[in-house]
């Protein structure tokens, strides 16, 4: 049901194509990147390795233009946006008179390696190469003459101050030079060694080269004398610009991310981080800007708005090519790459966790039972086994060193894999033992594997080879296809039908479980990587040369849909009926969707500013039937809802925002946000935050609410800001004792705000206290002692033994039951917030005969029997009001209390142990004691 609703949905749709399905580029290029060349301050052009791209605003976006060569563009020059030429690494040149739309090729020697190339005039064009090659041309590039030098060094850089003056660079260090528009060229030798890669000049007679080993070198004769800069470094450098405006700043490039930056005309040069550890190949200036930009290997294009100075990453692609792909759902997904890459997605692409595995050998396919759970295969026999989305993998062993194409398993237990020279093994249980299969097909190599159910399977490889088996895979039978192309992947429209791609355009289709087969015609002759299908009619087709295919009608029709990529496709997957994604050579990752409005690179206008009108703009990306809903947190929109240009006016102050996003017929694109800090005329800040006492040579925080856009001065006495200066929150180290204050003012955009301030009481460790007043000879009774109290001064009174403190701990004073006999020792620290001080001790003997009363004259304490067996009683006469009644062993370990109550004059005490004991009677003002015996 699912399917066929789907179904109606696609034929609906179709309908309106140019509004609806297409697919995008997800990402950035990972190809290497040679040169690149600006037109004017919006057009420029980036050649690379089977790659030519444009951009029309400036480098904030880039559109790829099919590359006249698969191998590596390796410079470029344009005269005006439709008119130029580039160079490739097979040594021909091409010549394009409408934007890269359309080239002529041209290869002037089958020996030469060209290397550069430049527009002297609109007419005139000089190329450079190897072993002393120069070829020039007066036609503006129909052709081309040889321009002898004295010379047999490769030609490396290539530079021209006007129309006439122009220098070039060798890698022996020579430097040639023309007074004649490239007619004719003087050599000199620059006294150094290094093979130099780069040249440039200011103006007729200041000139720098660079090159191998952190080479840099200056002219100021114009090249027949130089002298050498030392770069500090040793890396291979590539380029050296300077910007036009200001001929003092200039900026080379070379291997692993160098940048060097000079701002006197070459007194010396600093290192700038590129943000990258690419070699740099190329950089250019846009016109009139002090923009700079400069491309290099794996997609990188670096960028810099001050000449060089700081660069951050426009594009940075990854140069792996992927080599198989699946989605489990509609943003969950794998790639497999050369070099053991293994990557994992959760969001359709944006980002990757890097799964990979530390091999230099390519994964050929990968297959997911579940979306946590599959197997990947690949080179030298590896196949791997993860059940926790590639976290931890286990590696297989298939017993062969063959590499392993295709995978196919009915659950994570049972499955196939198919490979190089007839390889066909199959597993039972997870991959932990493999069986091999006979194919008799030796000197085929298998490419892909497919089941329709527990018995038919479908197996296709090199030389238009199909096999197929009826008993779940323990026989294989070739089926003829009366083709010989290589075909390379297999996919199931229902349980009878089947198609499969191959090279040259090939597609084939069974309806009966791959027992006959026809051919079915695209009109696209390119090789065919992959194939899939959502349902029983609707189906795609990925190919080389940026290739995929659509049919809504199970592959009898087929359209070619815009990809805007000219690289080859390597895999296909659908993770669901609605989103699908295709990968390929240099990282190239798509995603199948509605095309909503592109991305919004940048929101133009003010960001920190007082209560006012403000105006914000974006680029207009000329997108037909988009419209621009913009919405402002704080702030009232007052004209240009719809266009690229509105008018706000800013209510209230805060960290408000700014936001756009395009909209057309296929939805609203990604939201791109601006945060704008709106500030109104400062006020008195809220108390100051922080302790009011505070200790000495410590580091204290106090802060006050933060305010956006909202400056912070603090000033203090006694102490200094160590950090947070400006902010709403510092960090400040007390250095004077006593009373002291903080303060903090504001500032904002629209003006100063008053000062607030606090008083801090810094104080230090508390000294020793007075020696403990109190009693040195007790008894067992309660005993009061005490110190000098200090203000602010916390005592920690403690024991060593004898007894317990029972009030007044933390005060001055406290009082102390003691309860057991010998020498014990009281203690007092005093402590504060900045730690303890020294303990002062008095030494206290506790006795018991200390205890007896000198005379009880008036006492009648009677105990009965005496000796006992444990029962006895206590019989109290002419005391006062008994506290206390306890009994303590001989070893003074309190065993028993008694509960004693007013009025009450005899006391039962019952079920004594053997022995020797003490019975301590306690009023308020007398303590007693009475031995007794139990037998």
Not at 271 to 283: D, F, V
């Amino acid at each position: 049901m699912k399917r066929a609703l789907f179904l109606g949905f696609v034929l609906l749709v179709c309908i309106q194509e140019s509004i609806g399905q297409s697919w995008r580029r997800v990402g950035d290029w990972g190809n290497d990147y040679s040169a690149i060349h600006w037109v004017n301050e919006n057009v420029g052009y980036i050649a690379g390795e089977n790659i030519f791209l444009k951009s029309i605003d400036g480098g904030l976006s880039w559109v790829e233009i099919k590359s006249p060569s698969h191998g590596t563009l390796l410079d470029l020059s344009f005269y005006d946006e439709q008119f130029g030429l580039v160079i490739d690494d097979e040594g021909q040149l091409h010549r394009t008179i409408d934007g890269g739309s359309n080239w002529n090729s041209y290869q002037h020697s089958d020996t030469a390696s060209w290397k550069k190339i430049r527009f002297v005039t609109d007419n005139i064009l000089v190329v450079t190469g190897s072993s002393g090659a120069i070829i020039r041309s007066d036609d503006r590039g129909i052709s081309w003459k040889e321009v002898p030098v004295n010379t047999t060094a490769d030609i490396n850089g290539l530079t021209f101050v006007n129309d006439s003056l122009g220098y070039a660079a060798t890698s022996d260090a020579a430097i040639l030079k023309t007074t004649n528009s490239g007619k004719d060229w003087e050599t000199f030798s620059s006294g150094f060694q290094a093979a130099l890669n780069g040249i440039h000049f200011t103006d007729d007679t200041t000139g720098y080269a660079v090159g191998n080993l952190g080479t840099i070198i200056k002219t100021v004769d114009g090249g027949r004398n130089w002298q050498y800069i030392n770069s500090g470094i040793d890396s291979d450098l590539h380029e050296v610009v300077f910007n036009p405006a200001f001929p003092q700043i200039g900026v080379v490039s070379g291997d692993n991310g160098t940048i060097l930056r000079t701002d006197n005309g070459g007194l010396t040069f600093v290192a700038a981080n590129s943000r990258t550890q690419q070699s740099i190949k190329g950089l250019a200036f846009r016109p009139e800007t002090n923009n700079l930009l400069g491309v290099g290997a794996s997609g990188n294009l670096i960028t810099s708005n001050n000449s060089g100075a700081s660069w951050g990453i426009r594009l940075s692609g990854r140069a792996n090519d992927y080599t198989s792909i699946q989605f489990t759902t509609d943003l969950r997904g794998y790639l497999t790459g050369d070099q053991g890459l293994i990557l994992l997605t959760g969001n359709g692409g944006n980002t990757f966790a890097d799964r990979s595995r530390p091999i230099s050998l390519p994964f050929n396919n990968l297959y997911f039972v579940t979306s946590n759970a599959g197997f990947v295969s690949g080179n030298n026999g590896n196949i791997l086994s993860t059940t926790n989305s590639g976290a931890s993998w286990t590696t297989l062993n298939p017993g062969t060193n063959r590499n392993v194409n295709g995978l196919y398993f009915f659950d994570f237990n049972r499955g196939f894999a198919v490979g190089e020279r007839g390889l066909i093994t199959k597993t039972e249980n997870r991959g932990v033992n493999w069986e091999m299969v006979p194919s008799g097909y030796s000197d085929i190599n298998f490419s892909d594997i497919l089941f329709f159910d527990d018995g038919t399977g479908l197996i296709i490889g090199d030389q238009g080879y199909l096999l197929r088996s009826e008993n779940g895979g323990v026989n294989w039978d070739r089926v003829p296809l009366n083709q010989t192309a290589k075909l390379n992947a297999v996919t199931m429209l229902d349980e009878n039908t089947a198609m499969l791609v191959g090279d040259g355009g090939t597609v084939l289709k069974t309806v009966n479980k791959g027992n006959s087969w026809s051919a079915l015609q695209t009109g696209v002759p390119v090789h065919f990587s992959d194939v899939e299908f959502l349902d029983e009619s609707v189906g795609f087709i990925t190919g080389d040369e940026g290739t995929i295919m659509r049919t809504f009608d199970a592959g009898e029709t087929w359209e070619k849909l815009p990809t805007g990529t000219f690289q080859d496709f390597t895999g296909l997957s659908f993770g669901d009926l609605n989103v699908g994604y295709a990968a390929g050579e240099n990282g190239i990752f798509y995603q199948y969707t509605c095309q909503v409005p592109l991305d919004i690179a940048t929101i133009f206008g003010e960001v920190d500013i007082c209560l006012s009108q403000q105006i914000y703009t974006i680029q207009d990306l000329e997108e037909e039937g988009t419209s621009y809903e913009w919405r402002v947190d704080g702030g009232t929109i007052l004209e240009g809802q719809g266009s690229t240009r509105i008018v706000v006016r800013w209510d209230g102050p805060g960290r408000n925002a700014v936001m756009v996003r395009g909209q057309n017929n296929c939805g609203n694109g990604t939201t791109t946000a601006l945060e704008v800090v709106v500030s109104e005329q400062p006020q008195q800040t809220a108390a100051i935050q922080g302790e009011g006492v505070v200790c000495v040579n410590t580091l204290e925080e106090y802060y006050v609410d933060s305010i956006p856009g909202t400056q912070y001065f603090w000033e203090t006495t006694g102490g200094v800001v160590r950090s947070g200066q400006g902010t709403a929150r510092i960090t400040l180290e007390w250095t004077n004792l006593n009373e002291q204050s903080i303060s903090v003012s504001t500032t904002n955009p629209c003006g100063q705000g008053p000062t607030t301030e606090k008083l801090i009481q810094v104080i230090t460790i508390p000294e020793q206290p007075a020696p403990i007043s109190g009693p040195g000879r007790v008894g067992f009774q309660d005993a009061d002692y005490e110190v000098a109290a200090v203000q602010d001064i916390n005592y920690q009174w403690s024991l060593d033994g004898g007894g317990e403190i029972i009030d007044g701990q933390g005060t001055a004073s406290v009082r102390i039951r003691w309860s057991d006999e010998g020498d014990h020792q009281l203690e007092v620290t005093p402590m504060n917030a900045c730690n303890q001080g020294p303990s002062q001790v008095l030494s206290v003997n506790v006795n018991l005969i200390t205890s007896l009363p000198e005379n009880d004259a008036n006492a009648d304490i009677r105990l009965f029997p005496s000796p006992s067996f444990g029962d006895i009683h206590l019989q109290v006469e002419g005391l006062p009001s008994l506290i206390r009644l306890e009994v303590f062993n001989a070893s003074g370990q309190k065993i028993r209390q008694i509960q004693t109550q007013e009025g009450q004059f005899v006391y039962p005490i019952t079920d004594l142990p053997k022995g020797l004991h003490v019975v301590v009677l306690r009023t308020r003002t007398v303590t007693y004691k009475r031995k007794i015996i139990v037998f």
